[in-house]
T-cell receptor, first 115, second 113 residues
Framework: KAGVTQTPRYLIKTRGQQVTLSCSPISGHRSVSWYQQTPGQGLQFLFEYFSETQRNKGNFPGRFSGRQFSNSRSEMNVSTLELGDSALYLC??????????????FGPGTRLTVL | AQKVTQAQTEISVVEKEDVTLDCVYETRDTTYYLFWYKQPPSGELVFLIRRNSFDEQNEISGRYSWNFQKSTSSFNFTITASQVVDSAVYFCALSTTGNQFYFGTGTSLTVIP
C-alpha cells in the first residue's frame, strides 16, 4: 500500500504570494489532517477533513484554508504569505472510525520557505 | 482542554545508555488514546505505539518500552541500550473521540557514539 504523498516537497515563495499544497492519503483513508511544524513549536494542528467536510480547525488565521475532494485527496492554501509561514507542512491520514483510536500516518512534508 | 507536555527539549546520551523520554498529558475525557512518534532527520514521522486509556499495561518492543500511568497522567518512553540510529525527535500525542491529535513539542534525542 502506498503511503501518504505530498507535493511539492520544497517550495520557495515571496511575501504576499499564495501557495497550494497537495496531499494524497493512504488508499481507503478518509480523514486527512494538516500540521505546521516550526523549530521549537512542535506540530501545530491546522485542520482535519473527513468526507470532504472540515471537522476540526486549529487556531490559525483565515489565510490558511483547505479542502478535500471526493477521492479524499486534500489541498491546503495559504494566501498573502508572511515570513512566519516558513515551515514544514505535514499531512497525515487515518482510517477514522469515530473513536479516535487510529494512528495517523504522515507524509514526508512540504518545506515552504517564504522570502 | 487537551494538552501534552514534553518537558525535555533535548537529551544527549552515550551509545548503549538507557534513556527515558517523559510525556505528561491533560484531558477530561475518560476515553482517549496516546501515541508516540519518531521523526528522524529525514523528517517523516513514524508511528511507534498506541495505547488506549483503559489499558495501563506496560509494553515492550525490543529495546523500546512504554510506561503508562493514569494516576500521574504520564506515558513515558524508554529506550534501552541506545544506538546512534535512535537519534531523532520523539513526539508524544493524545487523541480523543473527535480524532483531533494533540502533540507535545517533542524531545530531540542525540545518541553519541
Amino acid at each position: 500500500k502506498a503511503g501518504v504523498t505530498q507535493t511539492p516537497r520544497y517550495l520557495i515563495k515571496t511575501r504576499g504570494q499564495q501557495v497550494t499544497l497537495s496531499c494524497s492519503p493512504i488508499s481507503g483513508h478518509r480523514s486527512v489532517s494538516w500540521y505546521q511544524q516550526t523549530p521549537g513549536q512542535g506540530l501545530q494542528f491546522l485542520f482535519e477533513y473527513f468526507s470532504e467536510t472540515q471537522r476540526n480547525k486549529g487556531n490559525f488565521p483565515g489565510r490558511f484554508s483547505g479542502r478535500q475532494f471526493s477521492n479524499s485527496r486534500s489541498e491546503m492554501n495559504v494566501s498573502t504569505l508572511e515570513l512566519g509561514d516558513s515551515a514544514l507542512y505535514l499531512c497525515a491520514s487515518s482510517s477514522y472510525d469515530g473513536t479516535g483510536n487510529n494512528e495517523q500516518f504522515f507524509g514526508p512534508g512540504t518545506r515552504l520557505t517564504v522570502l | 482542554a487537551q494538552k501534552v507536555t514534553q518537558a525535555q527539549t533535548e537529551i544527549s546520551v552515550v551509545e548503549k545508555e538507557d534513556v527515558t523520554l517523559d510525556c505528561v498529558y491533560e484531558t477530561r475525557d475518560t476515553t482517549y488514546y496516546l501515541f508516540w512518534y519518531k521523526q528522524p532527520p529525514s523528517g517523516e514521522l513514524v508511528f511507534l505505539i498506541r495505547r488506549n486509556s483503559f489499558d495501563e499495561q506496560n509494553e515492550i518492543s525490543g529495546r523500546y518500552s512504554w510506561n503508562f500511568q493514569k494516576s500521574t497522567s504520564s506515558f513515558n518512553f524508554t529506550i534501552t541500550a541506545s544506538q546512534v540510529v535512535d537519534s531523532a525527535v520523539y513526539f508524544c500525542a493524545l487523541s480523543t473521540t473527535g480524532n483531533q491529535f494533540y502533540f507535545g513539542t517533542g524531545t530531540s534525542l542525540t545518541v553519541i557514539p
